[in-house]
């Protein structure tokens, strides 16, 4: 009794001290996941997730308002608005270059800083400007005979096309060389924070366009101006101080790598040296630099090169500089590796598949409701963040190159449901429709034999433009403030299509792309990253910005020139053969890419 009793003690004890060891292993573990937390809280990785959301959020608020604020100043009329689209395109397509060079030749946090700056103190003024505005737009129409108005909305154009370049020199700066740089060069963790920055992109870009029409629909314009005014006060100093703390715990961020020395690079700018030469005065060893910077041109031809420059006034050289960056921003764009990728991105721009005004008015004529649009456009958010997951896991498995083969893949296969929607059961697309065009020639053919036939065939053609004096856009009170478009709730009668197959096959396909969409594009962001030399990572990023730019322009002219719902059909083939094209692009790539060793970062 005694052994067993001791047995009993002795096991009682044991059982004792093995639970105490578990509870001290677990506290351990609390202690060590709560440090690890702290830890990730405190890391780069987080404030820099945290500044991209702040930024995020502000960019998508504001592009969404502004188009909603030109439109209301210039009485319910597009035309501010195509301006403005088009004064932020034109910017952005002529200036990516020399906002990229000026990335690559300043210090990080000099870059970071002040296109931070510029950006919210560009939405800041012209917040306030607009404020001012609406209300008192009656008393600053009665001045100047109307003039002062022109004046306001010229300035209001240009802050915002000001603040939208500073936001195009931070994104490149962010997400196209900090990351690279946090990520030590590993093209693991690099694409783990592509990825959850494109998730993060995909919610703010449904979520921050809803809060602010939000605000706008239940108060005013002016508290809808102020809101946005308060918000990038506040987000200025958060990131301003979340930037830097990364910059001062990331020491790698503080080294830039010196101008590639070889005369194609494109970083090597004769000007720029030609006018410490004019300022100096000129010494024997500032011309040999001149002439070494630009080798293939003789002794003769750099010196009358070189007079010809001295001789130009201060203005003229600058402009000639600025040229000359351009063109060799683009030069070393067209000289990457990873050129045919870019332009394959860039080429997928040029389409009316996507959820931008556009394709939802299309949908609006076809009698889809404001409600199930917004629905719709929710379940793209979230199959664009199935794309993020799907990148990550198939870059794990196949690699970066077969990412963006796969990729291509699905997106091109989901896109086919959309070209059958133009042939399937109610799609308003009719041939027919074509032959106003040719019986113009014809009618201007036989125009002199009188014209007989002109006045027959008139009785079958199809307009190609809307009434005199059809508004528009409807009351206020009709309209529902979403992401990127204005949404119509009250179908007009007539309306509806004879079939509802051809607008559920166009949004099947249009919501399934965007897996394999996303997926293609995070991947040619990384081999964008990953094979562009540190030195060069500004300037062909900046040109990619404006290639983008270029190929949207391109889809806009398109939907211009063919604007009924009648021609959408063959607006989204024309789409399809685009987004073909930039995909072809990529498979080139791809076929040269497995045959060369990778580009300028390491693992």
């Known amino acids: 009794m005694s052994l067993r009793a001791d047995a009993a003690q002795c096991g009682g004890v044991v059982v004792e001290l093995e639970s105490d060891d578990i509870r001290e292993a677990r506290a351990r573990k609390a202690r060590s996941t709560s440090g690890s937390a702290l830890i990730y809280l405190r890391g780069p990785k987080f404030l820099i997730y945290v500044s991209g959301a702040l930024s995020m959020w502000g960019d998508r608020m504001w592009h969404f308002a502004i188009s909603v604020f030109l439109i209301e100043l210039y009485g319910r009329n597009l035309l501010l608005t195509a301006i403005f689209g088009l004064v932020v395109a034109g910017s952005v397509l002529l200036l990516g270059a020399l906002i990229g060079d000026w990335v690559d030749r300043n210090p990080r946090n000099k870059v970071a800083h002040a296109s931070l700056l510029v950006q ?76 959850t920055m494109r998730r993060i992109d995909q919610v703010t870009n449904i979520l921050a366009p809803l809060a602010v029409g939000q605000v706008m629909t239940l108060a005013s314009n002016v508290i809808g101006c102020g809101f946005i005014l308060g918000w990038n006060l506040v987000s200025l100093i958060v ?27 494109s970083l090597e700018r004769p000007a720029e040296r030609t006018e410490g030469l004019v300022e100096r005065g000129g010494s024997q060893v500032e011309h040999s630099e001149v002439v070494t910077s630009a080798p293939g041109l003789s002794d003769d031809d750099m010196s009358l090169n070189l007079k010809e420059i001295t001789n130009l006034p201060l203005c003229f050289g600058r402009f000639r500089w600025l040229l000359s960056t351009c063109k060799d921003g683009w030069r070393a764009y067209y000289r990457q590796d990873v050129f045919l990728a870019g332009m394959g991105l860039a080429f997928l721009y040029t389409t009316v598949l996507g959820f931008d005004c556009i394709t ?186 404006s290639m983008n730019y270029l190929m949207d322009l391109l889809h806009f002219i398109m939907v211009i020139s063919a ?41």
């Not at 306030?128 to 129409?141: D, P």
């Not at 529902?480 to 009668?493: A, I």
């Not at 685009?578 to 580009?599: D, E, N, Q, S, V």
Request: proline fraction near 5%; charged fraction near 10%; aromatic fraction near 8%.
């Open 120 to 195: 919210n103190i560009s939405v800041t003024v012209c917040s306030i400007v607009l404020m001012l505005v609406f209300l008192y737009k009656q008393w600053i129409e009665s001045i100047w005979d109307g003039w002062l108005t022109v004046v306001c909305y010229t300035v209001v154009i240009v802050l915002a096309d000001v603040a939208n370049l500073a936001s195009t020199a931070l994104t490149i700066a962010i997400q196209r060389d900090w990351i690279v740089v946090i990520t030590g060069y590993n093209r693991g963790h690099l694409a783990g924070m592509n990825a």
């Open 239 to 265: 990131e301003f101080i979340f930037l830097s703390r990364v910059y001062r715990i990331v020491p790698a961020l503080s080294v830039k790598p010196p101008a590639p020395e070889d005369g194609q690079a």
């Open 360 to 545: 939802t008015g299309y949908a609006y004529t076809q009698g889809i409701s404001g409600s199930l649009l917004s629905l719709l456009m929710g379940v793209s958010a979230i199959t664009g963040l199935m794309g993020t997951i799907m990148f990550t896991k198939l870059r794990k498995a196949y690699g970066l190159v077969n990412t963006g083969i796969i990729s291509s893949c699905l997106h091109l296969c989901c896109l086919l449901l959309c070209v059958c929607s133009v042939f399937a059961p109610g799609s308003p697309m009719d041939l027919r429709m074509l032959r106003p065009i040719l019986d113009a020639n014809a009618n201007s053919t036989l125009s002199a034999a009188g014209g007989m036939v002109e006045g027959q065939r008139q009785k079958h053609t199809y307009p190609m433009r809307g009434g005199i004096n059809q508004p528009l856009l409807p009351d206020r009170s009709s309209i529902h403030w979403t992401n990127n478009t204005v949404l119509f709730e009250n179908m007009p009668s007539g309306m509806e299509p004879d079939s509802y197959i051809s607008i559920i096959l166009l949004f099947l396909g249009v919501i399934t792309a965007r897996i394999g969409l996303w997926s293609f594009d995070l991947t040619v962001t990384q081999l964008l990253q990953e094979n562009i030399c540190e030195s060069e990572r500004g300037v062909v990023n900046g040109v990619q910005s």
């Open 563 to 603: 604007p009924q719902p009648q021609h959408f059909g063959i607006l989204v083939i024309i789409s399809v053969l685009f987004i073909t094209t930039g995909h072809t692009m990529y498979f080139l790539y791809a076929r040269k890419a497995k045959r060369k060793p990778a580009g300028c970062l390491d693992t």
